[in-house]
């Protein structure tokens, strides 16, 4: 426990954390917390599902028009395509991974799991215990530093996905002496926890940001 709220007093000293998530997450350890390691919330690896991209064409208003349909043995949706996007083979824990075609650097991962699988409602005290546990995964090198805290709110929503509206929560860190920007769109569907996470150099993030948030506002889900 103690090396945790080291990390965590680290992080708020740094600017890191806003104080919101630093006490918020104090509280948080309480019930995340087992033995001398916090028990953070983590993305269940094993239960995530693969999904296969395709194109397809949907004739709209007598033209065709194609649209991108991702397909796993459980779900399927369509959206229109991500301009100059290419579907390659995703980590594991990664459901599909698309990335510019002329720079890797820009990336959309998409992570679906059933959420008895994650074994937490989807609250602000659970995103930001796992937020805290996405710290632990970088080294003090990487400089992990905290952007955007989830927060449910309402109101006209950026990001959607099946028509609803996301929560987000965003980090940078430094990756081959690169900044980077991750933001993390999380959504509660139909019992399927879905995350969308847009991570490009910080430099050119929000101009990259719309270029996927607009696509994924279209999708829709089908019947398999």
Known sequence: MLRVLNRLQKLFNKGSAPRLVLITSLFCLAGFASGEEADYPRIPVAAVERYAASTISEVIESMNVPLTLMRSSSLVFKMDPIDNHIAVEPPAGVSARLTHYANPALKVDLISFKKANFGHNLSEATLNAYLLGRAQDFTEEQAFKILNEPAFTTGPARFRFFGVRSVP?????????????????????????????????????????????VPFNSSTPVGN
């Open 169 to 213: 929560l965003s980090y940078s860190f430094l990756e081959k002496d690169v900044q980077l920007t991750r933001e993390e769109n999380w959504f509660d569907i139909d019992g399927y926890i879905h995350i969308i996470s847009v991570e490009a150099p910080s430099r050119f993030f929000i101009s990259y940001f719309e270029s996927i948030r």
